[in-house]
C-alpha cells in the first residue's frame, strides 16, 4: 500500500459525505443481505427528498440519515434476525414490537456528534407507520417528514428480488407502494416516488455498482466539509459503532486513541497532528465492520482459516479510508496497525512504517494488554512493558516510542475496564 501523502496534516478537510458514504459501503459489507442496502436507501431517499423540494441541508441530512440508519441493527448481533426481518421484500407491515429499539440505538449514536443531530432524529423514526396522518407523532414527539421519506425509501430498496434487474421489477414496486399509501406510506411522498420512479434512469441507477460515485455527483455540492476537530468528533462516533458490535471490545478504539494521543504529544507532534494520530486510533479497527460479528463473539478458540478472515480488517481498514480523499495519512497510520518492523505483520507485510503508525500500532497492543478480559484482568504496567519491550528488543515494534509509555499518568490508557475477547494464538490482536 502507498504510505503517507499530506505534508501538511494540520490543515486538513475532509467532505463529510466522502466520510459516510465510505462508513456505508463498510456497513454493506457486514451482511450479505444487506447489499447495499444502505446506498440503496441514500439514493431512493434523496430523489424524493429532492423531488418535494427540500432545501440542500436537508437533502444532506437525509442523506447521512438514509446512509446510517440500520447501523445498530446491523451492528449487534442480537438484533441481527431483526434485520433479516426488516430486509425480507416480503415483510409488509408490522415485524415486530422491537422493531424501533434500532433506530432509537443509532439516532442516540449519532446524536453525539453535533452536525449529524437532524439526521439522528430522522433515523429515530425510519420505521413509524404514516397510518393515516397518526404517524406524525410517534411516543409523544413530533416525527420528521424526512423519517417517512426514510420509511418509504427502505421499502423500495429492498423490494427489487436479488441478483434481477430491478427496472424488470419497476412496475410491480410501484404498484406495491401506491397499494400501501396511506396506511404505511405519506400520500404525498409516494406521489413524488411516482415522479421519480417513472424515469428508467432511476431503477438503473438504483442497481448501479458505482453509487458513491453518482451520489456525490447528484447531491455532494452541499455537503459539510470537516476541519480536524470536527473529524476528530466524528471519528469517536464511528469508533463507537464499531466497539458497540462486541462487549468484548466495548471501549477498545477510544481507548487506543486515547493512548496514540498520549504517545503523540509525549514525543512532541504539533497539537494537529497529535488529534490527527487520536483520528487514526478511533478509525484503526474500521475493517472490523467487515468481519461477521459471530467470530467476534466466538467463545473459545478461532479456527485457523477463522483466524484468517479477521486478520483482514487492517485491510478493510485501509479500503474504507481510502476513499476519503484528504486522509491518506491518517489512513495509512490506522491501517498499518498489525504490521511489524520486522515484516512479521499483516496484512501488507509493510517495511516502510510511519512514525504516526508505529505510535497507534503500540498504543493498540497496550490497550489490548492493559483491558480487563472475561477470564482475567487487564495486565498490570509493568507486567504489559516486559510484553512490550520484549517485542522491541525483537525488532516487531518501535523502541523509542514504547519508551514514551514510562510515566506515572500512563495507567490504563482507556481508564475502562472493558472486556476483550481474546484467544491463545493471537493474544496481541485488537
Ligand atoms: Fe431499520
Ligand atoms: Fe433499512
Ligand atoms: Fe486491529
Excluded at 108 to 129: E, K, N, Q, S, T
Excluded at 172 to 179: E, T, V
Excluded at 258 to 287: F, I, T
Amino acid at each position: 500500500m502507498e504510505v503517507g501523502g499530506r505534508a501538511d496534516s494540520s490543515a486538513i478537510i475532509v467532505n463529510s459525505f466522502d466520510m459516510v458514504l465510505s462508513f456505508a459501503r463498510a456497513m454493506d459489507l457486514l451482511h450479505p443481505a444487506v447489499s447495499e442496502h444502505h446506498l440503496r436507501v441514500a439514493y431512493v431517499s434523496a430523489c424524493i427528498a429532492e423531488e418535494i423540494g427540500l432545501s440542500d441541508a436537508e437533502v444532506q441530512d437525509i442523506l447521512v440519515a438514509a446512509a446510517m440508519h440500520d447501523v445498530a441493527a446491523a451492528c449487534a448481533p442480537q438484533t441481527r434476525p431483526l434485520l433479516d426481518r426488516a430486509l425480507d421484500s416480503d415483510a409488509a407491515g408490522d415485524i415486530g414490537s422491537d422493531l424501533h429499539d434500532h433506530g432509537l440505538e443509532c439516532s442516540r449514536m449519532l446524536a453525539g456528534f453535533a452536525p449529524f443531530a437532524r439526521a439522528a432524529r430522522v433515523i429515530r423514526f425510519h420505521h413509524v407507520d404514516w397510518n393515516h396522518g397518526a404517524g406524525r407523532y410517534f411516543d409523544e414527539c413530533r416525527v420528521p417528514l424526512e423519517s417517512h421519506i426514510l420509511r418509504l425509501a427502505d421499502r423500495v430498496a429492498v423490494l427489487p428480488p436479488a441478483g434481477e434487474p430491478a427496472l424488470v421489477h419497476a412496475k410491480d414496486i410501484r404498484a406495491s407502494i401506491r397499494s400501501r399509501a396511506g396506511d404505511h406510506f405519506h400520500p404525498h411522498l409516494v406521489d413524488a416516488f411516482e415522479q421519480v420512479s417513472a424515469r428508467e434512469s432511476f431503477w438503473l441507477d438504483l442497481a448501479s455498482k458505482h453509487k458513491e460515485a453518482l451520489l456525490k455527483e447528484r447531491f455532494g455540492g452541499g455537503a459539510l466539509r470537516l476541519d480536524g476537530d470536527n473529524l476528530h468528533a466524528l471519528a469517536k462516533v464511528f469508533a463507537a459503532i464499531v466497539d458497540y458490535r462486541s462487549a468484548y471490545t466495548a471501549a477498545h478504539s477510544s481507548g487506543v486513541a486515547k493512548a496514540s494521543e498520549l504517545l503523540a504529544s509525549r514525543a512532541g507532534l504539533p497539537s494537529p497532528r497529535v488529534r490527527l494520530v487520536g483520528v487514526a486510533g478511533y478509525l484503526h479497527d474500521l475493517g472490523k465492520l467487515a468481519v461477521p460479528p459471530e467470530l467476534l463473539e466466538k467463545p473459545g478458540k478461532l479456527t485457523d482459516d477463522e483466524m484468517l478472515l479477521i486478520r483482514q480488517h487492517p485491510y478493510y481498514t485501509q479500503q474504507i479510508l481510502s476513499a476519503v480523499p484528504g486522509l491518506e495519512d491518517v489512513t495509512a497510520w490506522a491501517a498499518l496497525h498489525h504490521e511489524r518492523l520486522d515484516g512479521t505483520g499483516y496484512p501488507f507485510r509493510e517495511l516502510q512504517i510511519p512514525f504516526e503508525a508505529r505510535i497507534v500500532a503500540v498504543a493498540d497492543i497496550f490497550t489490548a494488554l492493559t483491558e480487563d478480559r472475561p477470564y482475567r484482568a487487564g495486565m498490570k504496567k509493568e507486567e504489559c512493558m516486559d510484553v512490550l519491550y520484549k517485542m522491541a528488543r525483537d525488532g516487531a515494534i518501535d523502541g523509542e516510542v514504547v519508551s514514551l509509555l514510562q510515566g506515572d499518568e500512563f495507567g490504563n490508557p482507556s481508564g475502562i475496564a472493558a472486556p476483550e475477547r481474546i484467544n491463545g494464538l493471537f493474544p496481541l490482536t485488537a
